[in-house]
């Protein structure tokens, strides 16, 4: 009507102004901070580049310290959680628990909602950093039967989460430190992916005032659609369902027959029309952890790379510049890892979880205004009620 643009899918909308993360998708550029995704994933650790997010700037050795101490120091949850975990059936799917489990942090820290105070934000942001894992690894846990493992201080980020995933109170568990090392960078290449759906979600609900454990829960409520962060675990079942190289051709045929709704998971991305810059380093992740742990020859991935190579190939593909996602390669690190499929958009919730928050406080922490999109109304003129018997 001549007020406002329509735009589905907000493709050319900018929401909001953001320091956090530049993307160029044309030339497959990431940036956090103005650092390439690269230099990160090589040089840097998961914890220090949440504080980069947060913060602003990379740590220098006494920052770093005093963060990840203070992480470490919040990593329980409050004991009568595992109560309200078992409400839930064991057969429920991960992420429904997780979007009830974060939420119900809020109930906890009443004392420190002050979304208005610098401090109570700064607490809520290091209390969803640190008890991501302890959340994550309890929802696995209890799907399992397994009594919840408390956290171990003494161990790393990404150690302390293989921990409190696969150790059990029987046995004295070492994890390993090449799975630690590919879980870490996992979380890392996941952490921010600015205006993405989720992220979105969080600031139009941080937006009304609602206080972050709250926000972040519909962050991960956004996120678990396949056509988001449920694609990782989409693409493992994808591939069980090809379940044979000679199948692949079948499935690359219905992904570009326009009356099948079927797309191959992991390929395309609304930003990037170039190769995703995770995606790079998620591959040579993957090819290093399966070298190390002799999986080479696993069949799924034989499949996944022969379908990647013919979806390079192919004219559809090339001409929609639809390239294998991030989400392509983590399943592979994260299968190869021991994760269960149904886990895999949980670590991408708990990799996301200082992204959103930083997106989160950015907006808090300037001016904002509630975000009310409008819309085209297509529905019927204005009409007289019928009384039910004249109907
Ligand atoms: N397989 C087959 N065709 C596809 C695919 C695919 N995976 N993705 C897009 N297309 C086609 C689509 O049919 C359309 O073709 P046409 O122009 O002939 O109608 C064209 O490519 C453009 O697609 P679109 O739906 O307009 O693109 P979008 O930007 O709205 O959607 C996407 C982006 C990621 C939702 C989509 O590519 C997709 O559904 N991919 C599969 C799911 C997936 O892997 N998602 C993870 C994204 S990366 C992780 C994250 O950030 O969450």
């Known amino acids: 009507n001549g007020y406002f643009t329509y735009d589905p899918g907000f493709v050319s909308t900018a929401a909001c102004e953001s320091k956090i993360t530049y993307i160029d998708g044309d030339k497959g550029v990431l940036l956090h901070g103005g650092y390439p995704i690269e230099q990160l994933a090589e040089h840097s650790d998961y914890l220090e580049t949440c504080y980069l997010l947060l913060y602003g700037a990379l740590p220098d050795a006494e920052q770093k310290d005093k963060f990840v101490s203070k992480v470490r120091m919040h990593t329980m949850v409050n004991d009568q959680m595992s109560t309200f975990f078992k409400g839930f059936r064991r057969d429920a799917h991960p992420m429904a628990i997780m979007c009830g489990v974060v939420g119900a942090l809020s109930a906890f820290y009443h004392d420190s909602l002050d979304i208005k105070d610098e401090k109570h934000r700064e607490i809520s942001a290091i209390r969803l950093i640190a008890k991501m894992p302890t959340l994550a690894a309890m929802t696995y846990k209890y799907t399992i039967g397994q009594p919840f493992m408390y956290p171990q201080n003494h161990l790393s980020y990404s150690e302390n989460f293989l921990h409190m995933m696969f150790g059990n109170p029987c046995e004295q568990d070492k994890v390993n430190p090449v799975l630690a090392k590919a879980m870490d960078k996992v979380f890392l290449l996941h952490a921010d992916h600015e205006q993405n759906a989720s992220t979105s979600t969080v600031r139009l609900a941080g937006s009304t005032g609602a206080n972050p454990f709250a926000c972040i829960s519909a962050g991960i409520a956004a996120l678990w659609g396949p056509s988001h962060g449920g694609a990782n675990e989409a693409v493992l079942d994808m591939l069980s369902e090809i379940g044979d190289a ?45 070298a190390e742990l002799g999986l080479e020859n696993d069949p799924l991935l034989a499949i996944a790379k022969r379908l990647e190579q013919i979806a390079l190939e192919d004219q559809y593909f090339i001409d929609r510049k639809l390239y294998p996602n991030v989400d392509f390669y983590s399943g592979i690190i994260l299968k190869a890892i021991g994760i269960p499929t149904s886990m895999f958009t949980v670590i991408f919730a708990l990799g996301r979880t200082p992204g959103w928050i930083a997106h989160w406080n950015e907006m808090i922490s300037g001016s904002y205004r509630i975000g009310r999109p409008r819309q085209l109304y297509t529905g019927p003129a204005q009409r007289d009620f019928v009384p039910l018997d004249k109907r």
Not at 248 to 274: C, Q, S, T, W
């Open 246 to 290: 000679s199948r692949i051709d079948e499935f690359v045929a219905r992904a570009k027959d326009k009356d099948d709704p079927f797309r191959l998971m992991g390929f395309g991305h609304r930003v990037y029309k170039n190769f995703d810059p995770r995606a790079k380093v998620m591959k040579q992740a993957a090819d290093e952890v399966l």
